[in-house]
């Protein structure tokens, strides 16, 4: 078990150095441990990683970066970690000044200020460690970026103390295959040195870590591949993707297509915008495996707990409430019509039958000017998801705009409860099973059928195959989800006929939940 050290913030400018010459000369050998620890980091990598490495130990090398630190240890007389932080602050500034590639450097100087802090204070650097061994990560929380960054083959499970079940950082999880478990309380204040942690009951135990443990396979749900009920209502049953290993993951599954495909985790450690061409390659590339199959690719989803570093998003005092998804494409149209473009582009490339979706439109005014400009763009069929109250009781009249709809149930569910999907404290309200978030997909699935459109579900609410009868019930047409649960749904669908799906979400309405 490996526990993931915290950020360690602004060190203090106080006590004074009692000797400010020898507190100076902490500096060089500090700067230098860090960069011989990177360079050594470098050696056991390869390709961009190691360059990176290479790039940062660079940093932590730079005589220039120490010899202002101690300058402000005597002139100043700081203690040497606030010196440091300081002068890399500077730096900071510097590079960000000069814009370009070198903007881009801001994040690395930071980590290798970090890192020298850490070493100055003779404590684990923040951030997720080099695993040596196969290891279970413990940490309070985790972003969505160093989430994306983890290896299946050495992290064998998460567990956070904080975020909810539906958060990007749970989502990532899964799509990784990594057992996760969030939300648990006390988890850091646990004495122990092994878990023993199960992703699908949620339960994590203090282990003894000199026992092994074996996990039994589980055993694949039979399905043909066609979602169906038993008396042959079609639901396609889609994969959620974010990354070429999700899509294939989604195809070896038997998704029938993909009903969500989360461009923005395409650039989650992305500092410069992708160009037109690079994104159509990296679109290409994810919808390669469906060729001929549909597709739906959601326009990015930036800011709040997902911001992309090159759109340099303003602070917000509630970012879930700000500036997010759509909304940043209002005042920088170029950045979607740019994105339109490359999927455009991919849609020749990889022959997949694609159609793109907008996230977080609240209005159906808001849904018109998208599907505009995706048409514009000369993509054929253009959707909105359904992610905002406000949304679900428009649904008729953003139907009457666009050519279908999806329901994102994890933000949807955060917007109608006012709970927030990334804290554990309130994860029990953000439950896709409460019957007043079903009866919000209820006046969706019927808008839909009135109007005679597909309306989906690709929020984590679809994984679930006893919910899927539920959604089936409430009119959806397609269920999207991440790879490991899609045989289970499929083959849920195929038990029930349409009518016991209808009498499941009556039940469902009514606040009755099944137990599984
Ligand atoms: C599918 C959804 O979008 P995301 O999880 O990426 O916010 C959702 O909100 O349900
Ligand atoms: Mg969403």
């Given amino acids: 078990m ?134 279970v990560l413990v940490a309070r929380d985790l972003a969505p970026a160093d989430t994306a960054g983890l290896d299946p083959a050495t992290v064998l499970a998460l567990v956070t103390e904080q975020g909810g079940p539906t958060s990007h950082t749970a989502i990532l999880a899964r799509a990784l295959g990594i057992p996760a478990v969030v939300a648990v309380r006390g988890l850091l204040a646990l004495d122990a040195d092994a878990l023993l942690v199960d992703g699908d009951t949620g339960t994590v135990e203090p282990a003894d870590p000199a026992s092994p443990v074996r996990t039994a396979a589980r055993t694949a749900a039979d399905w043909d591949g066609v979602g169906t009920t038993s008396d042959g209502h079609r639901i396609k049953v889609l994969g959620n993707v974010g990354s070429v290993a999700d899509a294939r993951a989604a195809a070896d599954a038997g998704a029938e297509g993909v009903g969500l495909f989360r ?43 997902k911001p992309l570093a090159f759109l340099a998003q303003e602070a917000e005092p509630n970012p879930a409430l700000g500036v997010r998804g759509l909304r940043i494409a209002f005042d920088r149209p170029d950045v979607l019509d740019r994105q339109l473009e490359a999927i455009a582009g991919a849609v020749k490339d990889s022959g997949a039958d694609v159609a793109v979706m907008a996230p977080m439109v609240a209005t159906a005014a808001e849904a018109a000017w998208f599907a505009d400009r995706a048409r514009a763009a000369g993509i054929r069929r253009a959707g909105v998801m359904i992610e905002i109250p406000a949304a679900a009781l428009a649904a008729r009249e953003i139907l009457a705009v666009t050519d279908f709809v999806s329901v994102g149930t994890n933000d949807l569910a955060q917007y109608t409860f ?52 539920v959604l089936a019930g409430l009119g959806m047409t397609s269920l999207s989800m991440n790879a490991a649960a899609i045989r289970a749904v499929g083959a849920g669908l195929a ?11 009556e039940a469902a309405l009514a606040g009755d939940r099944p137990r599984p």
């Fill in 495 to 505: 038990e029930s006929t349409m009518d016991e799906c209808k009498v499941a979400a």
């Fill in 263 to 305: 461009t923005e985790f395409c650039y989650l450690g992305a500092s410069a915008e992708p160009t037109v061409a690079e994104q159509r390659a990296a679109y290409a590339a994810v919808l390669a495996p469906f060729s001929g199959k549909p597709v739906t690719v959601r326009t990015l989803d930036a800011g709040a707990d």
């Fill in 418 to 469: 006012a709970a927030d999907r990334q804290l554990g404290a309130v994860a029990a309200l953000n439950d896709p099973w409460q019957p007043a978030l079903l009866r919000l997909l209820r006046l969706v699935g019927d808008a839909a059928a009135d109007a005679g459109k597909p309306a989906g579900v690709c929020g984590e609410a679809a994984a679930d195959p006893l919910l899927a009868r």
């Fill in 2 to 135: 490996v526990r993931i050290a915290e950020s360690l913030g602004e060190p203090p400018r106080s006590p004074k150095p009692a000797d400010p010459q020898a507190e100076a000369a902490r500096i060089v050998p500090a700067a230098q441990a860090v960069a011989a620890r990177l360079e050594e980091l470098a050696a056991k990598a390869d390709g961009e990683a190691a360059d990176i490495l290479l790039t940062t130990a660079a940093m932590a090398a730079d005589p220039a970066l120490a010899v202002e630190a101690e300058r402000l240890v005597v002139a100043e007389e700081l203690p040497a970690p606030r010196a440091i932080y300081d002068s890399a602050a500077g730096f900071a500034r510097s590079l960000a000044a000069a814009g370009g590639y070198l903007a881009e450097r801001v994040r690395d100087i930071e980590d290798v200020r970090d890192r020298i802090v850490a070493e100055l204070l003779g404590v684990a650097p923040p951030g997720v460690p080099e695993l040596t061994a196969p290891s």
